[in-house]
């Protein structure tokens, strides 16, 4: 079992910055692939990034490539995504989530085995 809590959402102006955090219980987080989702009002959750269980090759969506980086630290049981030139469009809640996942099917909410309660970020115009 992993359980994970997002934090660092909040308010912010277009152009700015953000870091997420999601920390991980238990002790086969390292052996899990991590992904960031994000949710607007009205719309299907979509795939934000995506990183290995050994931090290896990152993957993104097109929409943010460029300005949103993740990462993780298996000793500290987080992974991060690092959100620069924020767009209004970014708004949304913001999930992390863990799995066993092939790289073929990082962008697949399904995929994944376990879920955090989402952080809210608003990025205004």
């Known amino acids: 079992q992993v359980q994970l809590v997002e934090s660092g959402g909040g308010l912010v102006q277009a152009g700015g910055s953000l870091r997420l955090s999601c920390a991980a219980s238990?002790?086969?987080?390292?052996?899990?692939?991590m992904g960031w989702f994000r949710q607007a009002p009205g719309k299907e959750r979509e795939f934000v990034a995506a990183?290995?269980?050994?931090?290896?090759?990152?993957y993104y969506s097109d929409s943010v490539k460029g300005r949103f980086t993740i990462s993780r630290d298996n000793a500290k049981n987080t992974v991060y995504l690092q959100m620069n030139s924020l767009k209004p469009e970014d708004t949304a809640v913001y999930y992390c989530?863990?799995?066993?996942?092939?790289?073929?099917?990082?962008?697949?909410?399904?995929?994944?085995?376990?879920w955090g309660q989402g952080t809210q970020v608003t990025v205004s115009s």
């Open positions: 989530a863990a799995g066993s996942v092939l790289p073929s099917l990082v962008v697949t909410p399904r995929q994944y085995d376990y």
């Open positions: 238990g002790r086969t987080f390292s052996t899990y692939g």
């Open positions: 990183i290995g269980w050994s931090g290896g090759t990152p």
